[in-house]
């Protein structure tokens, strides 16, 4: 809805430099600014410079780019905040949770009980099954 497009279009124009957003880091490669919808004080996000919809779409070079940016980020959360731990969370498509589809990762303060939770619903296949489904990714790279 109109909505959503004008949040695709504030996020773009961030990144472009169009449009104010509080910028913590930049390198030609990412920009680094506070999330407006933070899940606690320190919430950034590091989004691509280019624009590129997904982790699947970054060149070799903007992927290295982006983690080392995150890296950043994170040592200046624990050197801000001593939180009880960080964690990074990076969506691609909409059933991973992607709203923004212009790639970004998430990196944030985390404090025992601070509301986030997260379902993982673990299976466990046998060896054979892992074997199975490495064979076809191997063949995929
Ligand atoms: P995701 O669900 O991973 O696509 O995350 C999109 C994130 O972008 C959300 O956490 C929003 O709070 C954040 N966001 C959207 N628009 C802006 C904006 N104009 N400035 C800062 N953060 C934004």
Redesign the pocket.
Known sequence: GPVTKA?QD??FG?VRGEIP?TVVLQDEHALV?????SVNPGHM?VAAKPHVENLQGMAAELAGAMFRSAARAARAIEAVFRPAGISVYQ?NGAAA????FHA?I?VLPRWENDGLTFTWPVKHPSREELERVAAQLRAAL
Not at 33 to 37: E, P, R, T
Not at 97 to 100: F, H, R
Request: glycine share 12%; net charge negative; hydrophobic share 60%.
């Open positions: 949040i504030a996020f961030i957003a600014f506070m999330d407006i919808g996000l969506a949770g992607q709203t923004v970004h998430h």
